[in-house]
C-alpha cells in the first residue's frame, strides 16, 4: 500500500508536491483545496493543474538539456 500512495503522491499530484516545497505548505493541504475549488467552480482548477504540470515538465527538460550528465556529452 505504501508503494501506491508514493506512486500517486510523487506523479499523479506532482504539481501540489512542489507547491507545497516551494511555499513550505503542506501538500496533502493544498490537494484539499484544489479538490474543494474544483468541484465549487465545476473543474476549472483542472486547467491550471494541466498548465502548471506541463510547465513543471518543461522546466525539467530545459534543466537536463543545460546541464547534462557525464553520460550524456
Aim: proline letters at 4%; hydrophobic letters at 45%.
Amino acid at each position: 500500500m505504501s508503494k501506491f500512495r508514493y506512486f500517486v503522491e510523487n506523479q499523479i499530484f506532482g504539481v501540489c508536491a512542489k507547491l507545497g516545497e516551494k511555499l513550505n505548505f503542506p501538500a496533502s493541504s493544498i490537494r484539499k483545496y484544489f479538490i474543494y475549488a474544483t468541484f465549487m467552480t465545476f473543474g476549472s482548477p483542472i486547467i491550471l493543474y494541466l498548465v502548471l504540470a506541463f510547465w513543471m515538465e518543461l522546466h525539467q527538460h530545459w534543466r537536463r538539456h543545460n546541464s547534462p550528465t557525464i553520460w550524456e556529452l
